[in-house]
């Protein structure tokens, strides 16, 4: 720890800064002391409502009831575009820069605005009403945006699924949501490669029979199977759509969105956001964490099918009336200056992106970067997992120059926006630390027990109180949100991070302290991979860890016991990695395969998993206690086998 550089505020970013360390702590001091007080302000200031609300808040963590502005009628649609057309109908919304680094196209306020109203008349002329699930399965371009914000106007909630994510995943998140309108497209288009997103779609929806309408858009002219019960192309339904389509109003508590993601057991979950709260926190957090000025060009490199690009690409930007970027392609194609090159081509001010692209692109070097000027950015973002101080330092030296900022932001897909994150201007910067709760945000560090911790300490990281972005429940399933979230330390929502809190009161995100990992960025469970392993009739068992990967974080290390009689082979090892690739996606495959004769488990039949992490990440020094065990000799095999694997 001693050996960490404090960054302070870069001077001349200081100077413009919308927050300084003082009035940090005020607004801070405020914003937990008055919370009501302090978030009704905030609610007037940052959104317009058509009526206001009857109870600002409403709250019981041991029921997992949270309610924020109640009665207030608003609606996220027109928040993000009508509002905004008087006083900048004519300033870009969106920038959208495609795979191709010849392609690019910009929407005006006015023109997102009507795309908006047509989609939206479509949507409702194939039956979409006010409370429908609507899933959303494309690619990185406008027609994305616009497939959601139209779906706010009209109160249907949106689902959107990664593109990246196989059939069977696709299916399964559209029939826990019932919808019944698929939004796609013909291909994708990453990194100068076709993605069969209609093909896919084809393929979920045989399991899917209540599906009635799926809007495709035209992206590449690639041949697709038709269905003309079914399909319709997104072109000829919005040609003779009016532009006309008043916004829904929607109370603040009415459902917004629902956005599949990963936890430790089971099947991902339907975490369900609603209008007001998470609008409000969308808001508010891209304003400060990215000291958002008027006429900035902001850019956050996620896909919208992350709750990143839903808060940072798409609700918070366009209701701070922002222009955002939308990115189609990947960081290293043509090749690893691009994402610079972007930054030059449209002047970006700010950045925000993942630590695993900061560590890919590290590894190219610094020619890369410095072929570019960049000499448009004013601030850096990461997002996503813990960043490693040596990944920091080289995305403040050689892409901001010494004079950016660097915002580590931490939060989850359940918290809608950010909660740990140094604020530009206010907060110096520890690389690797997220330093400091954001507004009205209250964390904790609790022990084993549950015991909330004073001062300098590691444990479990926890929230107090609510915040307006946090997620209301696990839809279909409140009874998992409440087992999941708020049953490990009762009267506190549980992050699943562990964290250690310094001597200054800054926050370390230490990781996972589930049974969830994160490669590149991305949630996945390690019971998800393990499902989908044993679907192979010659696997009998499948345990799968985390272990530390240079440029991924977490890599995916499979343990793999066989059925009797079958003997392992390279052959195999390439149909479990297909396999599971079919089953949730390429973001999920296996990085490594060991054949374990057998796993490692308590007398109980608990697999222990502390032991496989250990043998994984090759410390085979600090096993630790393996007298436990039913058959500690299954240790001595594993970490034999690892050698030869
Ligand atoms: C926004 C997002 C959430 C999990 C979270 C944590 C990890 C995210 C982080 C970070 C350290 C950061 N995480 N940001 N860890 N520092 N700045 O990523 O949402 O996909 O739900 O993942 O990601 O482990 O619990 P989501």
Redesign the pocket.
């Given at each position: 720890m001693s050996d960490i550089r404090i960054h302070p505020v870069p001077d001349g970013f200081a100077a413009n800064a919308l927050i300084d360390a003082d009035q940090y702590k005020a607004m801070y001091q405020r914003s937990v002391e008055d919370p009501e007080g302090f978030w009704s302000e905030q609610a007037e200031q940052f959104l317009t409502w058509f009526s206001p609300w009857d109870k600002t808040l409403e709250w019981d963590y041991h029921k997992a009831h949270i309610r924020w502005f109640e009665g207030g009628r608003l609606n996220a649609c027109y928040n993000c575009l009508d509002r905004h057309l008087e006083s900048r109908g004519e300033q870009t919304a969106l920038i959208w820069e495609g795979d191709d680094p010849n392609i690019d196209k910009t929407l005006t306020y006015r023109e997102l605005h009507a795309a908006v109203c047509r989609f939206a008349n479509a949507l409702k002329s194939r039956g979409v009403k006010k409370g429908d699930r609507v899933c959303i399965y494309m690619p990185m371009i406008p027609e994305a945006c616009i497939a959601m914000l139209a779906c706010a106007r009209i109160g249907a909630v949106h689902s959107v699924v990664f593109g990246g994510f196989s059939p069977e995943s696709l299916k399964d998140r559209i029939l826990d949501s019932d919808c019944r309108v698929l939004i796609t497209a013909d291909e994708g288009v990453r990194g100068g490669r076709q993605v069969p997103l209609k093909a896919n779609a084809d393929k979920a929806l045989q399991s899917c029979p209540d599906v009635h309408t799926v809007f495709t858009v035209k992206r590449t002219g690639g041949e697709v199977e038709w269905n003309p019960n079914r399909d319709v192309w997104y072109h000829e339904e919005v040609a003779e759509a009016s532009t006309d389509c008043p916004a829904e109003e929607m109370d603040a508590e009415d459902p917004l969105f629902i956005l599949y993601?990963s936890g430790s057991t089971g099947k991902p979950k339907g975490v369900l956001h609603t209008t007001g709260g998470y609008l409000l926190f969308a808001a508010i957090t891209h304003k400060y964490t990215f000291d958002y000025h008027d006429g900035d060009v902001y850019w956050c490199t996620a896909d919208v099918g992350?709750?990143?690009g839903h808060s940072y690409i798409v609700y918070g930007p366009l209701a701070n009336g922002a222009i955002s970027l939308v990115f189609e392609g990947v960081p290293t194609w043509p090749d690893a200056s691009r994402f610079w090159q972007v930054v030059d081509k449209h002047q970006v001010n700010t950045f925000y992106t993942a630590p695993t692209a900061i560590r890919a692109l590290m590894r190219e070097g610094e020619a890369p970067v410095k072929q570019t000027t960049r000499s448009s950015l004013k601030l850096l973002g990461?997002?996503?997992?813990?960043i490693n101080p040596e990944a920091w330092e080289w995305y403040y030296r050689v892409v901001g120059d010494e004079r950016c900022p660097i915002v580590?932001?931490?939060?989850?897909?359940?918290t809608g926006g950010h909660m740990i994150t140094s604020l530009p201007g206010a907060i110096p910067m520890k690389p690797g630390s997220?330093t400091r709760p954001f507004f009205g945000v209250v964390p904790g560090i609790v022990d084993n027990e549950g015991k909330l911790m004073e001062g300098e300490c590691e444990g479990s990281l926890v929230i107090t109180r609510p915040w307006p972005g946090q997620m209301r429940t696990v839809y279909g399933d409140h009874q998992r949100f409440i087992d999941t979230y708020f049953k490990a330390f009762p009267g506190y929502y549980f992050?699943?991070?562990g964290a250690r809190r310094d001597a200054d009161g800054d926050y370390w995100?230490t990781?996972?302290v589930d049974d969830v990992l994160?490669v590149s960025?991305h949630?996945l469970g390690t019971a998800e991979v393990e499902s989908a392993l044993v679907l192979h009739k010659a696997v009998a068992e499948a345990a799968v860890v985390g272990y530390p990967h240079d440029v991924k974080g977490q890599g995916i290390y499979a343990y793999v016991t066989l059925v009797k009689d079958i003997d392992p082979s390279d052959e195999l090892r390439q149909e479990l990695v297909d396999l599971v690739r079919e089953e949730i996606g390429p973001i999920a495959k296996p990085d490594v395969i060991q054949w374990a004769p057998a796993l490692p488990k308590t007398r109980s039949g608990k697999i222990m998993r502390r032991i496989l992490r250990k043998i994984a990440a090759n410390e085979l020094d600090s096993l630790g206690d393996t007298s436990t065990l039913a058959d500690p000799g299954v240790v001595g095999e594993l970490t034999e086998n690892r050698a030869n694997r």
């Open positions: 993601t992350w709750i990143t990461t997002v996503g997992e813990p580590d932001t931490w939060w989850q897909t359940e997220a992050s699943g991070d995100i990781g996972r994160n960025g949630r």
